[in-house]
Nanobody
Framework: QVHLVESGGGLVQPGGSLRLTCAAV????????MGWYRQAPGGQREHVAT???????NYADSVKGRFTISRDNTKNTVWLQMNSLKPEDTAVYYC????????????????WGQGSLVTVSS
């Protein structure tokens, strides 16, 4: 089986930085898009950033210039570097992948991580 393991959330002061990590674990052959979503308290889940297998990136307007998404296809891992954090960035951040093809030719259409709480507060 394939699953996603997230790490790196925590408490940070406004203006600070955090780095989230998401590793896809299992007998993986390839992964399509990898990305991050977030859900603030009382809010809906929203897109934060996505990176395609070839490296093309897409960001929400609210994080452009502050967040950077990257991935290592050899490690099946995606990162979200978050700089200049604001209180409004407080949310649970979820890792998401598009289709994952395993070495046994099984295809997962989409997977979600368990969520990482990021709190920006002084």
């Amino acid at each position: 089986q394939v699953h996603l393991v997230e790490s790196g959330g925590g408490l940070v002061q406004p203006g600070g930085s955090l780095r989230l990590t998401c590793a896809a674990v299992g007998n993986i052959f390839s992964i399509d898009d990898m990305g991050w979503y977030r859900q603030a308290p009382g809010g809906q889940r929203e897109h934060v950033a996505t990176i395609a297998a070839g490296g093309y990136t897409n960001y929400a307007d609210s994080v452009k210039g502050r967040f950077t998404i990257s991935r290592d296809n050899t490690k099946n891992t995606v990162w979200l570097q978050m700089n200049s954090l604001k209180p409004e960035d407080t949310a649970v951040y979820y890792c998401n992948t598009g289709a994952i093809l395993t070495l046994t030719n099984y295809r997962y259409l989409e997977l979600w991580g368990q969520g990482s709480l990021v709190t920006v507060s002084s």
